[in-house]
């Protein structure tokens, strides 16, 4: 299993880009994604690379679920991810 932080694509240069993670900007490669990446999209970047484009409805719950890790409510975060997994799985919570 890998951890991919989710980002945002602020600038694209070939197979380079620009992305933001909270207010910090990293080269990352594009070139693995499997679709077509442009300015504004958001990625799961790994290592320096992006991993897969974030589906637009997809966002901002990612980013609530990365935002609780980090201000540090892991449990939060956890039953968080546990309700999306449920809903992609059409599973209704309690």
Known sequence: MCLGIPGEIVE???NEARAEFW???KT???DVV???VEVGDHI???AGFAIRKIPDEEVEETMEIYESFLEGDE???LDEIGAAEG???GIEGP
């Open 12 to 14: 694209i240069d070939g």
């Open 87 to 89: 809903q992609q799985l």
């Open 75 to 77: 449990d939060e975060a």
């Open 34 to 36: 499997d679709e077509d």
């Open 28 to 30: 990352v490669r594009i």
């Open 44 to 46: 799961l970047n790994h």
């Open 23 to 25: 207010d910090v900007e």
